[in-house]
């Protein structure tokens, strides 16, 4: 148990769907993040909160849509997707400032996209 | 720019076999450098880290030490179990800005009994 939890673990969506990823963290952390997991590729790291303001976004698509309503909670918003997007989508949280740089990873979002 | 290289997989061992998966980076400064597990199905784990040169990170029978002078963070494991089937990432943390991790792409391990 890590203090990250995602849901749902599995979504299988159609390309006109819209739907939401949920990522909380119970680690008191002040940042959190996105990343992609797409087979034979590195890690992507798409989205970052910190103190619930997004401070970095590398050139995501549009149709990706992140919202951070609280320190504990980030949201992923999902609407017309492509193929390509399916991945596995990981959520993570970490304690910035005072060299606490570790990131704490949630189980992941298994996502297909039909 | 910062990078972390990690040699190829898979790496298939017996039980009981000494393991070693290579790490080598590029930086600026002196970076955290971090190993991650991602058993299947399951998202990243932290294994252990090191923050300064000549630290040692161990977790679990896993080891690794920073080595400033050859820039490398040697992922090490005396006796490997079949739970230990998994991918290993190695990683950093740049020193411009605390919130990003650069991954390597990972070693697929596969213990067999």
């Known amino acids: 148990e890590t203090g990250v939890t995602q849901t749902p673990r599995h979504l299988v969506m159609g390309m006109t769907n819209k739907k939401s990823l949920k990522c909380e963290q119970h680690l008191g952390h002040n940042a959190m993040y996105w990343y992609k997991q797409s087979a034979k590729k590195p890690l992507e790291l798409m989205f970052v909160?910190?103190?619930?303001?997004?401070?970095e976004n590398n050139s995501v698509p549009s149709r990706f849509s992140p919202e951070c309503p609280n320190s504990s909670h980030l949201f992923l918003h999902l609407h017309t997707l492509q193929p390509e997007d399916s991945a596995l989508y990981l959520c993570?949280?970490?304690?910035?400032?005072?060299?606490?740089?570790?990131?704490?990873f949630g189980p992941g979002t298994r996502l297909l996209v039909l | 720019g910062d990078s972390v290289t990690q040699m190829e997989g898979p790496v298939t061992l017996s039980e009981e076999a000494f393991l070693t998966i290579n790490c080598t980076y590029t930086a600026t400064g002196y970076p955290s450098l971090f190993w991650y597990v991602q058993y299947p199905g399951e998202g990243l784990q932290l294994l252990l880290k090191?923050?300064?040169?000549?630290d040692k990170g161990s977790n679990k029978g896993f080891e690794a030490t920073y080595r400033k002078e050859t820039t490398s963070f040697h992922l090490e494991k005396g006796s490997v179990q079949v739970s230990d089937s998994a991918v290993y990432f190695c990683a950093l943390s740049r020193m411009d800005s605390s919130y990003k991790l650069i991954f390597g792409s990972g070693t697929r391990l596969l213990v067999r009994p």
């Open positions: 909160y910190s103190l619930e303001e997004r401070v």
């Open positions: 993570a949280s970490s304690q910035v400032g005072e060299g606490q740089e570790t990131q704490y």
């Open positions: 090191a923050t300064k040169a000549d």
